[in-house]
């Protein structure tokens, strides 16, 4: 059944995100040509071109946030839950669908950053320079472990942010009015819960032990601990949602 | 065993108690006016038989289970909203029914919103409040399930179409479903009620056969109800 909530899910958040990246891209094209092959024209227009970029990359990142919040509160506490919720699917189901769909949605929005840098460089006729770079010399140097320890603490880093948003949604809709209120309220409470965890454990686990700036191996650690730490929060704030959904149910 | 078993059923918002210990069993092959006036916790009743409220006290069993994965698989819901996602047109929601409810009859989907003179590719967000709530009635009523729970589903549509709503639950009844339907408006429905669910702040104040109604007290079912919820 997840499988066929995420048929559904996916597109209803691509549904708004899609044109806007589709804008991004167009933005990125002109700020190439104005920086490119067009500088000398107008000044004027490279800091319009600028501007313009600036403003989709931000309406980008402001409606994937939008969308986000607003899918998982209309479609699984609001008047869609009236649909959603009598689908023979369970709490878990829709929030990992959720979850996984949101996930999805930022990593894309990550591609479509790198895609209009590209754009950019190739519009503004400084494409061929990617190929003046020795990659195999540059790929050989990489610390691949290093990277990828960073990649997993960054994508499960947002995991864990997005189902904090959901579990406050979800403790907010327990109250009997001003559910939103209490949502930001609820955020702010685990926000300083987690803060406190994630001080706790740094203190104890990481900087006692390990010499962070002075070695690799330090910080690879450091980056272990706040990848196990990152999921196990992220573990029980789905727990939060699962159980409020499952056992507190109450639309209103 | 009764296809739906409520005991003591209570539900309190804070100090409000809109449902007061309701017990009430309701067999297959029959079609339940579950009739009173705003706020006698009608809505609440079929909320928490759907799982979407959470029963304060008390319990609600569907074919013996606890309203859960199992139950909403043979349950169908009309709720008393539109709750249809707005961005999808008739088609893909029938889709969507189609992928989520085994018992999804689309044949009969598709017939219904042709009778209804429904637009297939019309998407929600363009039709009108009338219109969306002729499909949800349309999605709902296609499938072939075992408990149909409609919260007022004549309130809000013209007269011709009320009918056809009518005439579509009686086509749908089979010896094996227990249609109950949520409404005040009961001189439209009394024709086609089995049974009758009266419910007044919370409680149950009767519990009879449409029929035995009319010969025990020589009156319809709608002036019982005026008399019984007079102001």
């Known amino acids: 059944m997840l499988g066929k909530l995420l048929k559904y899910e996916i597109p209803a958040l691509g549904r708004r995100l899609v044109p806007l990246y589709i804008g991004w891209i167009a933005t990125a094209a002109l700020l190439g ?11 004027f227009m490279i800091v319009i071109s600028a501007l313009l970029y600036t403003a989709a990359a931000t309406a980008v990142v402001v409606m994937a946030v939008v969308m986000i919040i607003q899918r998982y509160n209309n479609s699984l506490l609001g008047d869609e839950a009236y ?53 195999l010399e540059f790929l050989s140097k990489v ?22 948003i959901y579990a406050a949604i979800t403790i907010g809709r327990q109250a009997k009015q001003h559910t939103t209120l209490a949502a930001i309220g609820a955020y702010i409470g685990l926000m300083i819960a987690e803060t406190f965890v994630g001080r706790g454990v740094t203190e104890v686990m990481s900087f006692k032990f390990y010499d962070v700036f002075n070695s690799i191996a330090g910080f690879r650690m450091t980056m272990l601990i706040a990848l196990v730490v990152t999921i196990a929060i992220g573990v029980i704030y789905f727990f939060i949602c699962n159980y409020l959904m499952e056992k507190k149910l109450n639309l209103n | 065993m009764a296809r739906i078993e409520i005991n003591h059923l209570t539900k309190q918002f804070g100090s409000l108690t809109a449902l007061d210990s309701v017990a009430l069993q309701l067999e297959k092959g029959q079609i339940v006016g579950l009739l009173g006036p705003n ?32 139950t909403k698989k043979v349950v169908a819901y009309l709720p008393d909203r539109n709750a249809l996602p ?16 085994v018992d999804f009859n689309r044949s009969k989907a598709v017939k219904m919103v042709k009778d209804l003179g429904l637009d297939i590719n019309q998407p929600m967000k363009k039709m009108s409040k009338g219109t969306k709530e002729k499909l949800q009635l349309c999605l709902v009523m296609a499938r072939d399930a075992q408990v149909y729970l409609l919260d007022e589903p004549i309130g809000g549509v013209d007269p011709a179409t009320r009918d056809y709503i009518l005439r579509t639950i009686i086509s749908n009844y089979n010896e094996d479903a227990v249609v109950i339907i949520s409404t005040h408006l009961i001189s439209d429905i009394e024709s086609v009620l ?20 009319r010969e025990e007290t020589g009156e319809s079912v709608d002036k019982l109800f005026r008399e019984v919820f007079r102001c």
């Open chain 1, 83 to 135: 649909f959603n919720q009598v689908l023979p699917v369970t709490a878990s189901q829709h929030i990992a669908s959720k979850t996984i769909s949101a996930m999805l949605w930022v990593l894309l929005s990550m591609v479509a950053m790198a895609v209009t840098g590209i754009i950019i460089a190739m519009f503004s006729g400084h494409f061929l320079d990617i190929f003046k770079v020795n990659w």
């Open chain 1, 33 to 43: 040509l104005m920086v490119g092959p067009l500088q000398k024209e107008s000044e």
């Open chain 2, 86 to 101: 707005d961005y999808m047109n008739t088609k893909q929601l029938m889709d969507l029914y189609e992928d989520f409810f």
């Open chain 1, 143 to 164: 610390d691949w472990l290093t990277v990828i320890l960073v990649l997993l603490v960054t994508v499960f880093g947002i995991t864990q942010s997005v189902l904090q």
């Open chain 2, 194 to 213: 089995d049974d009758v669910v009266f419910l007044k702040e919370g409680r149950v104040v009767l519990h009879k056969q449409a029929e035995e109604i």
């Open chain 2, 39 to 70: 706020g006698s916790g009608k809505t609440t009743l079929l909320k928490i038989m759907n799982g979407l409220l959470t029963p304060t006290a008390g319990s609600v069993k569907i074919n013996g289970m606890d309203p859960g994965v199992e």
